[in-house]
């Protein structure tokens, strides 16, 4: 089961995918560019994803342990229990009521579809 990562986490983790591995001091430095974080507050991330599993830091160098991929379908699977009730049609059904859907997105989905079936 993968570790839930929150928001503010997850900003954080864009730019340690994005960068990886990375020093602590590096990696801080980014996220007071990016996030307006203080030092302290992103050693206070590392830390806390570090003790969740979802990030290592040896010797100063911090590195995923989670994949962005790994992160965004464990949010996907909580957000299809929570609002949709495990109903990918149900799912489906809101997002394109909220965002039309081009023909492209419309054959890429029939695409995955075809090939859930083989």
Known sequence: MTPKIFESEYRFCLILWE???????????????????????????????????????????VTSLISKDE???????????????????AFIAAFARRQKLSQEDIDALRRIIDRDGE
């Open 71 to 89: 992160a965004q379908v464990s949010e996907l699977d909580e957000l299809m229990e929570k609002r949709f009730e495990n109903s990918l049609p």
């Open 19 to 61: 960068n990886e591995p990375i020093r602590s001091r590096d990696l801080a430095a980014l996220c007071r560019e990016r996030l307006g974080w203080s030092k302290t507050t992103t050693y206070t991330v590392i830390k806390r994803l570090t003790d969740r599993g979802v990030v290592k830091s040896e010797n100063a160098v």
